[in-house]
């Protein structure tokens, strides 16, 4: 099994940044791919970002140039900058570790970005 927790969230203003974590731990090796997701009030969650073992990225079209995933293999961390946040980018933000059977999900992080 593997475990994930989110660290990071706050609130900032309109342009502001911010860079969320995601570390984790258990059974790391069997992560395939690392993906961090939000959700705001009234909305589905969506994917924001991912990477893969391979380091392959992905982003929401929505986010491109803002938003950059790295990673520290030797932490076991995944970490979301966000810059030039915008009010709708006010969500919980999840992280999820694909082992390629299951998602393991972190318990989330409030970003509020004010106006």
């Known amino acids: 099994q593997v475990q994930v927790v989110e660290s990071g969230g706050g609130l900032v203003q309109a342009g502001g940044s911010l860079r969320l974590s995601c570390a984790a731990s258990?059974?790391?090796?069997?992560?395939?791919?690392i993906g961090w997701y939000r959700q705001a009030p009234g909305k589905q969650r969506e994917l924001v970002a991912s990477?893969?073992?391979?380091?392959?990225?992905n982003y929401a079209d929505s986010v491109k140039g803002r938003f950059t995933l790295s990673r520290d293999n030797a932490k076991n961390t995944v970490y979301l900058q966000m810059n030039s946040l915008k009010p709708e980018d006010t969500a919980v933000y999840y992280c999820?570790?694909?082992?390629?059977?299951?998602?393991?999900w972190g318990q989330g992080t409030q970003v509020t970005v004010s106006s």
């Open positions: 999820a570790a694909d082992d390629s059977d299951y998602f393991y």
């Open positions: 258990g059974s790391t090796f069997s992560i395939v791919a």
């Open positions: 990477i893969t073992s391979g380091g392959t990225t």
